[in-house]
């Protein structure tokens, strides 16, 4: 079965280091996310990118999170510097066109730990 | 605003039949997704809904009425792994350019299923 992968599983780090998420997707799909998992806030669209173009990152704070496709076959997501309150579960997603009612499918995350 | 609804937490016996409701308000409509998410695991998608009706898919159930801005989530007998989150999400308006086809989540509902 064809899968999303995403590394690392586990990333703990301290305070103020830089963390990058890899995701790679589906082959074929053309639709790529980012979200974060939350106790509190639930799972949060952070970035989405489509055929590699950034098209939404309005969830992700600017000032220390970056989103790119450098090519079709990956997606990064980086921390740069790293706070407590960004410990969460990172899952990257991906889609076929969303004009389909096929759906989107998610990694396994990378659960994420600052100290 | 956007805003998905869906109750925190359900607890229904092994063998029974569950309905887990969620209601919406989003800018514009373009599908209803249910996902399952078991403690720790990536979310894996259930069922769709985009026109009105009752989807059935094996043990499980999707409704939807658009006019309500209402899904529910339909669980037939019942068994101990069918505990987990259930998470309802929105695809909300196709627009060209900014915003396409993400998904809006609600929380989840953690359903636990007893013996």
């Known amino acids: 079965d064809a899968r999303v992968t995403q590394t690392p599983r586990h990333k703990v780090t301290e305070m103020g280091q830089e963390v990058t998420m890899r995701c790679q997707p589906i082959l074929g799909h053309n639709t790529v996310f980012w979200y974060r998992q939350t106790m509190m806030q639930g799972l949060e669209l952070l970035a989405y990118f489509r055929n590699r173009a950034p098209l939404d990152d309005s969830g992700m704070p600017k000032d220390r999170f970056s989103a790119e496709m450098p090519d079709a076959t990956l997606a990064t997501l980086k921390i740069q510097p790293s706070e407590p309150r960004d410990s969460a579960v990172y899952f990257c997603a991906s889609g076929p066109n969303p004009r389909s009612n096929q759906p989107q499918h998610f990694g396994d995350g990378t659960r994420l730990s600052i100290l | 605003g956007q805003n998905i609804d869906q109750p925190t937490e359900m607890t229904a016996t092994e063998g029974a039949i569950v309905q887990i409701n969620c209601t919406y308000q989003?800018?514009?409509?373009?599908?209803l997704f249910w996902y399952q998410q078991h403690a720790g695991e990536a979310p894996t998608f259930l069922s769709y809904?985009?026109?009105?009706g009752l989807e059935e898919k094996g043990r499980f159930s999707s409704f939807l009425s658009r006019s309500k801005g209402y899904s529910y989530l339909l669980l037939k007998e019942l068994q101990m792994k069918d505990s987990a989150s259930y998470l309802c999400?929105?695809?909300?308006?196709?627009?060209?350019?900014?915003?396409?086809?993400?998904?809006?989540f609600g929380k989840g509902t953690k359903l636990s299923v007893k013996p």
């Open positions: 999400a929105v695809r909300g308006r196709m627009n060209y350019g900014g915003s396409q086809g993400n998904l809006i």
């Open positions: 989003t800018s514009g409509f373009n599908g």
């Open positions: 809904n985009v026109l009105d």
